[in-house]
């Protein structure tokens, strides 16, 4: 019932039956017994030591050194490889201690909220639009601005103006003020100023029209009340000789004193306000915005766990510094599954922890700096096919072909919770699980042809795509979140409208089944693998194929999936069990990591840790980062 779409290295695979009964397959195979693997020798290091290539261009240069090799096997192109060395040359690393100083950008820095941060951010950018000669653009900024600085100026205004009236005791031009006015604490207000007026009449021995204000204006809005009590004690008032006598009101030194308290109480609330209005007038240093940007920029580059010595230039400011890491050497492994590790996921976009499900029926967490086991996932009857991890690592989702998609909170990993469960009526095997940018909405794909959008709120399914003919690999929402993405058995991608539900495109290249799809960060560009041995980039502009990667094995019944590192890299797992890095642009490999034993199914990238995880039919999890002290460039990638 898995649609012939299982692992060749287990005979009960092959057998395994979709429905909840299924049982953990047979771990007596030949070649895939658990092993004792150590840390290949060398010396527990953090997952911080990897080095970058000094220009994205570099890994252009090795595949243009590939190709150069290809077209000449007599040629080894000497001369391009001692470049390339002498580039890596003297590279040094981050401890991740030394990263973890750096204060970490939350928002607990500014509120951003705040109207004055608001009216900064206003100058700024119009200072930057000023400066650029956009001019018409930048009194268009400061019009819409104004209308809330007017609004805001007049609150302000009104307020100084019920200072002074409470000061003068004009008690019906405070009345006036407080029904016309814009006051976001209206009725605190409108309490105190009532309760003023009421001890006073109390001063003055006007008991009648005491009694009055207590009942028609102050009782409305004892939900206003300093304290728990204040009501009561303004209440007994009306029997006692001196205000003084209410244990709430010992301290009432006169009706002057109190409307002095009262004045600067009110100028208290609004004090933020009338500061915020003031730093207008504040200087704005020259190009702020330039200076600001070159500050988070450098920030980045402080705080990543490894970069070159040359200060480097960042293309973009759309997506955080990341430079352009080619591994080399196996970091860790990490061992404890009892069967073949399907897929892997960064807990959090920070990795310092990876997640891996399997074949035994679990998912396991694991300290990417210790290679430690920190816990495991049990509630699964059956296989784990996919899982994906929310950016804050809070929620883990997990696909399996008990036909259900469990949602876990591992908020606390030592204590992690299965909260959800969703069921899809003994449909098949779910294959595919991810979220949509907003992480609202699961997406879940699988056996059954047929992919399904999960409200998260709700707790249900709120949409279904139909349309492929044979069962759905993988399936992802584009960066916009408008289109879910898919690839198929059928050998088709195909593109859904998330709102209509219907299918937007169908791309027919593939020759034989898709066995994942992947994009890139900038949303512009879809990776493709599929078992006619190659994986294929697209331009999701304009829908064409852009290029094949090729050299690795994708033929045989497993999903071998791939996908980007960075901007400039490619990288797929490989029947052959080796773990291929491919240039983005020239198609070349600049890579093979070989150290899998069985099959490697799945490979991926984390910028922040600078290591890349690839998960296999060995029964093992594996880490790789690159060494400055070794070859930066494979041997056999120039064979």
């Known amino acids: 019932m898995s649609d012939g779409i299982e692992d060749s290295s287990n005979v009960s695979d092959l057998t395994h039956s979709h429905n909840s009964n299924a049982q953990l397959e047979s771990t007596t195979n030949t070649h895939a017994a658990p092993r004792t693997v150590e840390n290949s020798g060398r010396r527990p290091a953090p997952a911080a030591y990897l080095q970058a290539l000094p220009s994205d261009s570099a890994a252009v240069e090795i595949g243009n050194a590939v190709a150069a090799r290809d077209t000449n096997p007599l040629s080894t192109e000497p001369d391009m490889v001692k470049e390339l060395e002498k580039q890596l040359h003297g590279l040094h690393y981050h401890h991740a201690e030394r990263s973890r100083l750096c204060t970490e950008a939350s928002t607990e820095l500014f509120d951003a909220d705040s109207p004055r941060i608001r009216r900064d951010i206003v100058r700024i950018i119009a200072q930057y639009l000023d400066s650029q000669g ?368 219907t299918c937007v495109k169908n791309l027919r290249s593939h020759l034989g089944e898709v066995t994942s799809v992947a994009t890139s960060d900038s949303g512009m560009l879809l990776l493709s693998s599929s078992k006619d041995n190659s994986n294929r980039l697209w331009d999701l502009r304009s829908l064409k194929r852009l290029c094949r990667y090729k050299g690795h094995q994708n033929t045989s019944k497993n999903f071998i999936r791939s996908s980007f590192i960075g901007d400039s890299l490619v990288v797929g797992g490989s029947e052959d069990g080796t773990v291929y890095i491919w240039d983005r642009e020239s198609t070349k490999i600049v890579q093979r990591l070989d150290g899998h034993q069985g099959i490697v199914y799945d490979a991926r990238w984390n910028p922040k840790q600078g290591i890349l995880c690839s998960a296999s039919d060995d029964w093992t999890l594996k880490t790789w980062w690159f060494d400055p002290n070794k070859p930066s460039i494979s041997n056999n990638t120039l064979l």
């Open 134 to 501: 956009y001019t018409s653009t930048r009194v268009t900024l400061y019009d819409e601005a104004n209308v809330k600085q007017q609004r805001e100026n007049n609150y302000i205004s009104d307020v100084v103006r019920l200072r002074a009236a409470i000061l003068d005791g004009e008690w019906g031009e405070v009345d006036r003020i407080c029904s016309s006015a814009y006051l976001k604490d209206k009725k605190h207000i409108l309490y105190n100023v009532y309760k003023q007026q009421y001890l006073e009449l109390i001063d003055d021995s006007e008991s009648q029209k005491a009694f009055s204000m207590l009942n028609k204006y102050i009782k409305p809005l004892e939900s206003q009340q300093s304290f728990q009590g204040e009501f009561r004690d303004l209440c007994y008032l009306l029997t006692t000789k001196s205000i003084q006598d209410a244990p709430a009101f010992r301290n009432w030194d006169g009706i002057a004193s109190s409307r002095e308290k009262l004045a600067e109480y009110l100028q208290n609330i609004l004090e933020f306000e009338i500061v915020g209005r003031d730093s207008e007038q504040q200087h704005l240093r020259p190009n702020r915005l330039v200076t600001l940007l070159r500050q988070a920029v450098a920030y980045q580059v402080e705080s990543c766990q490894y970069h070159s010595e040359a200060l480097p230039m960042v293309p973009t400011l759309l997506n955080d510094y990341s430079p352009v890491v080619v591994p080399n050497t196996e970091q860790f492994s990490f061992v404890g599954h009892l069967g073949n590790i399907k897929c892997t996921a960064y807990v959090g976009q920070y990795g310092r922890y990876v997640a891996s499900g399997s074949s035994d029926n679990t998912i396991r967490i694991w300290d990417t700096e210790t290679s430690e086991c920190i816990t495991t996932l049990r509630g699964h009857t059956s296989r784990i096919w996919d899982i994906c991890v929310d950016r804050e690592g809070t929620t883990l989702i997990s696909a399996s072909g008990d036909c259900t998609v469990k949602i876990w909170d591992i908020r606390d990993l030592h204590k992690p919770q299965c909260i959800s469960t969703v069921a899809t009526d003994n449909s098949g095997d779910i294959y595919s699980v991810s979220l949509n940018p907003l992480e609202s909405h699961i997406i879940m794909a699988g056996y059954d042809h047929t992919i399904r959008l999960y409200d998260r709120v709700t707790g249900r399914v709120v949409q279904t795509f139909h349309g492929h003919d044979l069962s759905v690999a993988q399936a992802v929402s584009n960066p916009l979140g408008n289109l879910i993405i898919s690839g198929s058995k059928d050998q088709t991608i195909r593109f859904w409208d998330i709102m209509s539900g």
